[in-house]
């Protein structure tokens, strides 16, 4: 135990210490300082908006079609997910159950057609999801041929030192050492969501932001590891680095992407146009009288669509960036499940208002645990795969070839 400690100690002091870590706590803290500055600008203009839009209906309106909007989540600043779609305004008119399935939305209004929305804010999901993951690999896919090269390796290997033992303390000593570059960025980011926002965070909040940073610290480990198995396979520096980056390409940018047009492909949905003729062909007589059957027809439709969404969520998981998107977005009340949640509901509501039950909507969102419940299997996921690369390095280090 304390060979190890002194080794992890080592390593800790050459990381810290050398420029390519401090390089990467300058990076972090300007990537996360601007991320959050931003999209705190961007959630008050949305949410602005949505204010705007809940006091300026007239009763005319009101009678002529039903206007609303999904108030803009707070921790949509960190992972926005699907939230700005949620927070467009919809309308429900009178022959809305004849011709789609869920309410209609509006186009953006002239507010928000700037030069602004063709330039994407990067939240902290995104800058640890594609920037951190790339920076881990870049700290450690050199920890094991990069000393051999040096020939510091054998040096440490001629004393009576188990391999499995200098193995671990260079991935734990390396990780330590990325989550103390990450630290002071994280830091400020909290103190200024703290100090110098007006999103109102509550002890939930709190919670789930705690549980997406530790997430973030569970994907991140990931990109390490991969970087330090890669590092065992081969013997030189520049063939890990090129591996590494081949690898990471097609696991973090392709991976998702091709998960999600493969579950187009096989669980093909019906064009919204003609699923709305179809309803029309249907009914051969008043709405009342088809009504349920037109809405019977509906949840058949909007299951089709969750069919092909869960096909897609599952694919697209053999990239842990999936599984990080998914979980992340999940806790900040962003994410899809989030997302049909409130299409359910505006559901009901509209279904019970036409059979004279009228009542205002009220908008209910998942509670903690069940969110904390419904990320269950991607931090799984992400577990297994930190399991899986650092078993595959332990086998790969005691069959390397040292000198």
């Given at each position: 135990?304390?060979?190890?400690?002194?080794l992890i100690q080592r390593e800790l002091l050459e990381n810290l210490t050398s420029v390519r870590y401090v390089l990467?706590?300058?990076?972090?803290?300007?990537?996360?300082?601007?991320?959050?500055?931003?999209?705190?600008?961007?959630?008050?203009?949305?949410?602005?908006?949505?204010?705007?839009?809940?006091?300026?209906?007239?009763?005319?309106?009101?009678?002529?079609?039903?206007?609303?909007?999904?108030?803009?989540?707070?921790?949509?600043?960190?992972?926005?997910?699907?939230?700005?779609?949620?927070?467009?305004?919809?309308?429900?008119?009178?022959?809305?159950?004849?011709?789609?399935?869920?309410?209609?939305?509006?186009?953006r209004s002239a507010e928000g057609q700037h030069l602004f929305d063709l330039f994407t804010i990067p939240d902290f999901?995104?800058?640890?999801?594609?920037?951190?993951?790339?920076?881990?690999?870049?700290?450690?896919?050199?920890?094991?041929?990069?000393?051999?090269?040096?020939?510091?390796?054998?040096?440490?290997?001629?004393?009576?030192?188990?391999?499995?033992?200098?193995?671990?303390?260079?991935?734990?000593?390396?990780?330590?050492?990325?989550?103390?570059?990450?630290?002071?960025?994280?830091?400020?980011?909290?103190?200024?969501?703290?100090?110098?926002?007006?999103?109102?965070?509550?002890?939930?909040?709190?919670?789930?932001?705690?549980?997406?940073?530790?997430?973030?610290?569970?994907?991140?480990?990931?990109?390490?590891?991969?970087?330090?198995?890669?590092?065992?396979?081969?013997?030189?520096?520049?063939?890990?680095?090129?591996?590494?980056?081949?690898?990471?390409?097609?696991?973090?940018?392709?991976?998702?992407?091709?998960?999600?047009?493969?579950?187009?492909?096989?669980?093909?949905?019906?064009?919204?146009?003609?699923?709305?003729?179809?309803?029309?062909?249907?009914?051969?007589?008043?709405?009342?009288?088809?009504?349920?059957?037109?809405?019977?027809?509906?949840?058949?439709?909007?299951?089709?669509?969750?069919?092909?969404?869960?096909?897609?969520?599952?694919?697209?998981?053999?990239?842990?960036?999936?599984?990080?998107?998914?979980?992340?977005?999940?806790?900040?009340?962003?994410?899809?499940?989030?997302?049909?949640?409130?299409?359910?509901?505006?559901?009901?509501?509209?279904?019970?208002?036409?059979?004279?039950?009228?009542?205002?909507?009220?908008?209910?969102?998942?509670?903690?645990?069940?969110?904390?419940?419904?990320?269950?299997?991607?931090?799984?996921?992400?577990?297994?795969?930190?399991?899986?690369?650092?078993?595959?390095?332990?086998?790969?280090?005691?069959?390397?070839?040292?000198?």
């Amino acid at each position: 135990m304390r060979l190890l400690r002194t080794l992890i100690q080592r390593e800790l002091l050459e990381n810290l210490t050398s420029v390519r870590y401090v390089l990467t706590s300058i990076l972090c803290l300007a990537l996360c300082i601007t991320s959050i500055v931003l999209m705190s600008d961007d959630y008050r203009r949305r949410r602005a908006r949505y204010n705007v839009l809940m006091s300026d209906m007239t009763e005319e309106e009101l009678k002529r079609s039903l206007r609303f909007a999904k108030q803009p989540q707070p921790l949509s600043v960190i992972a926005r997910g699907v939230d700005e779609v949620m927070g467009r305004p919809a309308r429900i008119h009178g022959w809305q159950p004849e011709e789609e399935p869920i309410a209609h939305v509006d186009g953006r209004s002239a507010e928000g057609q700037h030069l602004f929305d063709l330039f994407t804010i990067p939240d902290f999901v995104y800058i640890v999801g594609l920037v951190l993951s790339a920076f881990a690999i870049f700290l450690s896919f050199g920890t094991i041929c990069g000393e051999k090269q040096t020939h510091t390796l054998s040096l440490l290997m001629s004393h009576p030192i188990r391999r499995s033992t200098l193995l671990f303390a260079k991935w734990m000593g390396g990780y330590i050492s990325l989550l103390i570059s990450l630290c002071p960025a994280i830091l400020l980011m909290l103190a200024f969501l703290t100090a110098f926002s007006d999103i109102p965070l509550q002890t939930a909040h709190w919670i789930r932001l705690l549980g997406i940073m530790a997430l973030s610290f569970v994907y991140l480990l990931i990109f390490f590891t991969l970087g330090l198995f890669t590092s065992t396979v081969v013997h030189r520096p520049a063939t890990a680095l090129i591996l590494v980056l081949f690898v990471w390409a097609v696991w973090v940018l392709g991976m998702p992407r091709i998960g999600c047009s493969v579950a187009k492909g096989l669980r093909p949905i019906q064009p919204n146009f003609t699923f709305g003729l179809q309803k029309r062909a249907v009914r051969q007589g008043s709405f009342e009288e088809f009504r349920e059957l037109l809405w019977n027809m509906d949840d058949e439709y909007i299951a089709t669509v969750d069919a092909q969404t869960r096909m897609g969520q599952n694919l697209s998981r053999l990239s842990p960036l999936a599984s990080y998107v998914y979980a992340s977005s999940t806790l900040a009340q962003t994410g899809i499940v989030d997302a049909q949640c409130f299409r359910r509901q505006v559901a009901d509501w509209d279904r019970e208002r036409r059979r004279d039950r009228y009542s205002l909507l009220s908008l209910r969102a998942l509670p903690t645990a069940q969110s904390f419940l419904e990320m269950t299997t991607d931090l799984i996921l992400l577990l297994s795969w930190n399991v899986l690369l650092f078993a595959g390095a332990h086998v790969a280090f005691l069959r390397y070839d040292v000198r």
